[in-house]
């Protein structure tokens, strides 16, 4: 990085020496996808949900700020984007606020009655998965676990859903 004046971002390297031989930075960040939900903002980014095992419903995906005590609490989100399920792969688009560090939590509502469906026991009754794939076979992830950096827009982030 190139050094610069207090609150102003440093260039990338790459960028300040093609501009140096003629060339120029690009002038704006790419545009997000047709269909990326949450309150549009300059930051968004795409997650993949792989093993998917049928296209009925829903894929949620709930986006949480940088807050341990707000994870995987009632009214904790800061957003819950919804894609029509695809079996395999379903692919959704979500604005973030800024660039920053968030979790992700997916589930697959197969009922679409837009609610974390659960078993008489308490335990999950459809798919779900966490950013960055941590273990689940001793309940519930840590936070610390499940947080995701989003530096810039355009990045892709890949979970993994498990089934009951």
Known sequence: MIPCKPGHRALPLVAALAALAGGTAPARAEAAPAGCTGT???????VAVEGVANGNGLIAITLYADNPRKFLVKHGSL????VPARAGTTTGCIYVPEPGVYAI???????????FDRTGLGLPAEGYGFSNNPSTLAGLPSFRS???SIPRSGLLTRIRIKYP
């Open 40 to 46: 549009p903002s300059a930051t968004w980014i795409d």
């Open 79 to 82: 957003y819950v984007g919804r």
């Open 105 to 115: 939590a997916i589930y697959h509502d197969e009922n679409a009655s837009q609610t």
């Open 146 to 148: 499940v947080r995701l």
